[in-house]
């Protein structure tokens, strides 16, 4: 069965929940996952300053392990989420990817199946842009991008062609058509990888 690693960075939740929603999509396809959220940097009077950043950190900390450049070497398909940023990635998961140069000189990622997802506080925030801005860094890696198109009915209901994503302004967790959007992605990655691996 493919191996799945889905490496995120939440801070409230959202991006958790669409992580969550893809590794069921893939597992409802025979898919292994691992589920892992990659950690702060900031120190607790950074975080104090938002409400509830600390107390989900802890809480989302207990629950997933850091990812490693173990679990991308296990993996068969890296899924990557995060948070927008001023329309990039959070520097918390990239700091992840950025500790994949090893693996990178190694070849080892290559061929590979990559994807992402994304979730921001308002329409418009940029979850399109973020998603895009991890699809150079997969390339460097040597993983073969799969994004979503409109592969599923749920695509004409949200999400993005190239990712699952979700608005926390508009609801503090995603929608359902959110989720289902992430289900399918989920899906997907789980059909490609599986189809490449023969």
Do not use: C
């Not at 068969?76 to 090893?102: M, Q």
């Not at 190239?162 to 789980?190: C, H, K, M, N, W």
């Amino acid at each position: 069965m493919p191996k799945i690693l889905v490496a995120f960075y939440s801070r409230s939740g959202s991006t958790e929940a669409l992580a969550r929603a893809i590794a069921e999509g893939a597992e409802a396809q025979g898919a292994e996952t691992r589920l892992r959220r990659a950690r702060e940097f900031v120190g607790p009077e950074v975080m104090a300053q938002a409400p509830g950043w600390a107390e989900n950190a802890a809480r989302m900390n207990a629950a997933y392990e850091a990812p490693t450049a173990d679990d991308a070497a296990w993996a068969d398909a890296l899924v990557f989420g995060t948070p927008t940023r001023f329309g990039n990635a959070s520097a918390e998961l990239k700091a992840f990817i950025d500790s994949l140069g090893g693996l990178w000189f190694q070849g080892a990622l290559n061929g590979k199946v990559g994807s992402a997802f994304a979730s921001t506080q308002s329409a418009h925030g940029g979850n399109e842009g973020t998603i895009l801005s991890l699809y150079p860094p997969m390339a460097h890696l040597g993983l073969i991008i799969v994004p979503t198109g409109y592969g599923d009915p749920a695509m004409f209901k949200a999400g993005t062609p190239y990712g699952a994503s979700a608005v926390s302004g508009i609801s503090p967790l995603p929608t359902e058509d959110e989720l289902a959007v992430a289900r399918f992605q989920g899906t997907r990655i789980a059909q490609v990888t599986k189809a490449l691996r023969g």
